[in-house]
């Protein structure tokens, strides 16, 4: 059982918008910056969004963040069949003292 | 460039115990905290602790307490992991993972290529 809540999966026909919700407490999101991981089958996960909405340099701007209260949601816009993969949120917990993720959410694009 | 060169694959029995490295390369190794996480097959990301290569100082998740270590050689720039009294839950792919703030923020912008630990009997 993950600290942070994601759906398990999402779909979207390629061209479309999706987002992803990522829904924590006052001791991990709350208080803390939100980031976003991408990972492809067989390979280390890839930041694509820190500090809840900055993209590291490369990361299209297709691809948003947002955080309000305890919930963060990443958004991706003119959806690619290259975006098929699991997305992650992660961030720090201050009661726990430990980094948290979601359980990740599988994104199809049909 | 920055770079986490993890050590290769591991096949350990039950109650044994592993000890992976990554080797980092491509920035002053002491002023950026490392995390580990692993990822079990199929499964999610999990946190399993953080050092600070400056002063070798460490925190673990919870889970883990009792069973795993975290050092580092400056030296080498290199830091270690240990996981003891290995089970079958303990099969997983491991990373090393360098935040780019630098500290405890979850914020991964390099990652070594894992490491696949495998238990059993």
């Known amino acids: 059982q993950s600290v942070l809540t994601q759906p398990p999966s999402v779909s979207a026909a390629p061209g479309q918008k999706v987002t992803i919700s990522c829904s924590g407490n006052?001791?991990?999101?709350?208080?803390?910056?939100v980031s976003w991981y991408q990972q492809l089958p067989g390979t280390a996960p890839k930041l694509l969004i820190y500090d809840n909405n900055k993209r590291p340099s490369g990361i299209p701007d297709r691809f948003s963040g947002s955080k309000s209260g305890t919930s963060a949601t990443l958004g991706i816009t003119g959806l690619q069949t290259g975006d098929e993969a699991d997305y992650y949120c992660?961030?720090?917990?201050?009661?726990?003292?430990?980094?948290?993720f979601g359980g990740g959410t599988k994104l199809t694009v049909l | 460039q920055v770079q986490l060169v993890q050590s290769g694959a591991e096949v350990k029995k039950p109650g044994a115990s592993v000890k992976l490295s990554c080797k980092a390369s491509g920035y002053t190794f002491s002023t950026y905290y490392m995390h580990w996480v692993r990822q079990a097959p199929g499964q999610g990301l999990e946190w399993m602790g953080i050092i600070n290569p400056s002063g070798g100082s460490t925190s673990y998740a919870q889970k883990f307490q009792g069973r795993v270590t975290m050092t580092r050689d400056t030296s080498t720039s290199t830091v270690y992991m240990e996981l003891s009294s290995l089970r079958s839950e303990d099969t997983a792919v491991y990373y090393c993972a360098r935040p780019r703030s630098g500290s405890y923020y979850v914020d991964f912008d390099y990652w070594g290529q894992g490491t696949l630990v495998t238990v059993s009997s």
């Open positions: 992660g961030t720090w917990d201050s009661s726990l003292s430990a980094g948290v």
């Open positions: 006052s001791s991990n999101i709350g208080n803390n910056y």
